[in-house]
Every structure is written in structure tokens, then in C-alpha cells.
């Protein structure tokens, strides 16, 4: 049986990775403590479901969990697998996504098919990486789900529209103007009928990606009216406000201003 190319390189990062350990002493990515890619310590504050609560929720933000928090040894263990080239890192790190998936899916009514949509890098950060480092996540996420029994699978529904800018160094608002309308359902998809949608993606800082890619799904796409889902591996936890507002607290399905004039297509209709 012939394997899907993206597979096939993210099995051949992995066994580099491997073959490396033989020559070049590996260090935990978390901590730098010789021995295994993520120590147990570090490892374990990725076993902590918890809900991903931006300081300002944008309007729209999915139900979002995270495994951990994107602090302390968490943070250069996921810039790590990023950025730096640590693919052997997608074991620990999908292991934990699968985690996510599973505490945010357990609140929704059994038996639908669970279907993990990575949010699609920008062509650039690809070129720049080498590599699709969230399709990575996504199919070690979905192999893990699979052998726990959960009907699993992955669907890249989504794709990049237009040009954004890099959002490093902008603010919470800045970031949401700037990455507004940039996603897109994509509608060659097969039938999703019944199906339960969580966006998947490696952090949640903002919220701002999470928010335009739901926008993205919502606009194209509704199974059976549920609602879209989303599981990360960490988020940047939430520094404490002297004035909330309601505003910052209220989640809603899909923003209005980003939908298409089209009427949405119903998925049951899909053949």
C-alpha cells in the first residue's frame, strides 16, 4: 500500500532523528537535561487539560483546549519541533494535541466521527521550515486517538487566501485585523456528514489564528449545526485583568462580517 508523501517524510524525519541519537548525545527540549527528546518532568506539563482563555476572547473564538501551558520548559519544547528543526519532537507533542482533542471532544454528544483540521501554514513559513509542522502534529495526534478507539481522521478542510503579515510584535487587535478573511473552506472536500470538527493547530496566543480559521469553517461548512472545536498543544495562560469585561468572556459560533455572501453549504448534502 502506497503512503501519502507527507506521511512518508514525517516517518523519515523521525527515523533521522533516531539515527542521530546514535552519534549526536540528544538533550530534552524542554529543560536541556541529557537524555530522552522530552523528559518525563517536561513531558508531564503537557498532561493538563485545561481551557485556552486569551486575555480578550475575539469574537468567535471556538471552544478551545490546550494540553499545557505555553510557559516555562513548554515553550522552548514546542520552538523546538517549530523552528528548530526537532521533528523527533511530534511523538511527545501529538501525543499530547490527542490529549486535547479528546478532553474537548468529550463534552460533545457521542458517536460522531471525530475530524482533526490543521490550520494551514502560509507558503512562506513552510518554505522557511522545510516542513508542515502542524500536518506532523495532526497525524500523530490522529494515530494516537485511533488506537485509545476514537473514531478519528484528518481533513485538511482549510486553505490560506491572500498575504499576511509576520504578526510578531503586533498586538491582540493588530493581529485579528491582519489575519481577517485569510482562511478559506476549501470545496473539493469529500462528504464530512456527521462528522464533529476541531481545528488543530501547535499554540494559542491571541486567539486570533484559531478565531479567522473557525471563521473559515463556519462559512463553508456546518455538520448537523455543531458547533467547530479546537485542541492545541499549549496556550499562553492568561494574565490576570482588574477590569473584564462581559465582552471578553463571551464565545460564539461565527462572526458575522466574516462570512460569505454565499448561503453555506450543508455537508449532509455531500456525496
Same mark, same amino acid.
Given at each position: ?12 524525519r523521525e ?8 552519534v549526536?548525545?540528544?538533550t530534552c ?8 527528546t ?13 481551557? %485556552? ?5 475575539p ?6 483546549? &490546550?494540553?499545557g501551558?505555553?510557559?516555562?520548559? /513548554? ?5 523546538a519541533?517549530k523552528?528548530q528543526g526537532?521533528?523527533?519532537l ?10 486535547? /482533542? &479528546?478532553?474537548v471532544?468529550?463534552a ?6 471525530v ?6 501554514s @502560509?507558503?512562506? %513559513?513552510? $518554505? ?5 509542522? /502542524?500536518?506532523?502534529?495532526t497525524?500523530? %495526534? /490522529?494515530?494516537?486517538? $485511533?488506537?485509545a478507539?476514537?473514531a478519528?481522521?484528518e481533513?485538511?478542510?482549510l ?7 509576520d504578526?510578531?510584535?503586533?498586538s ?6 491582519n489575519l481577517?478573511? @485569510?482562511?478559506?473552506?476549501d470545496?473539493?472536500?469529500?462528504s464530512?456528514?456527521g462528522?464533529?470538527?476541531v481545528l488543530v ?5 491571541s486567539? &486570533? ?9 463556519? @462559512?463553508?461548512? $456546518? ?13 499562553t495562560?492568561?494574565?490576570?485583568? %482588574?477590569?473584564? @469585561?462581559?465582552?471578553?468572556? $463571551?464565545v460564539v ?12 453549504v450543508?455537508?449532509?448534502?455531500r456525496?
Open positions: 500500500m502506497a503512503v501519502p508523501v507527507g506521511q512518508a517524510d514525517g516517518v523519515a527515523l533521522i532523528g533516531a539515527l542521530a541519537d546514535l549526536l548525545p540528544r527540549a524542554g529543560c536541556g537535561v541529557p537524555g530522552r522530552l523528559c518525563p518532568g517536561c513531558a508531564a506539563l503537557l498532561t493538563v487539560p485545561r481551557l %485556552a482563555t486569551p486575555r480578550r476572547f469574537w468567535g473564538f471556538p471552544p478551545t483546549v &490546550a494540553a501551558s505555553y510557559s516555562g520548559p /513548554v515553550r522552548p519544547a514546542v520552538n519541533f523552528e526537532r521533528a523527533e511530534a511523538r511527545p507533542l501529538g501525543t499530547a494535541l490527542a490529549l486535547a /482533542v &479528546a478532553a471532544v468529550s460533545a454528544p457521542a458517536g460522531r466521527p475530524l482533526l483540521v490543521p490550520v494551514p @502560509s507558503a512562506a %513559513a513552510v $518554505r522557511t521550515r522545510g516542513r508542515d509542522h /502542524v500536518g506532523e502534529l497525524r500523530r %495526534a /490522529v494515530a494516537e486517538l $485511533r488506537a478507539g476514537l478519528a481522521g481533513a485538511r478542510l486553505r490560506r487566501r491572500g498575504r499576511v503579515r504578526s510578531a510584535g503586533l491582540a487587535a493588530a493581529r485579528r485585523a481577517a478573511g @485569510s482562511f478559506e473552506f470545496p473539493t472536500v469529500a464530512l456528514r462528522a464533529l470538527l493547530d501547535d499554540v494559542v496566543t486567539g &486570533a489564528t484559531l478565531t479567522e480559521a473557525a471563521a473559515g469553517l463556519s @462559512s463553508g461548512c $456546518r455538520t448537523d449545526d455543531a458547533p467547530v472545536l479546537a485542541a492545541v498543544v499549549a496556550a495562560p492568561r494574565r490576570p485583568s %482588574a477590569d473584564p @469585561s462581559r465582552g471578553d468572556l $463571551r459560533r461565527k462572526r458575522h462580517e466574516n462570512v460569505r455572501e454565499s448561503p453555506p450543508d455537508c449532509r448534502d456525496g
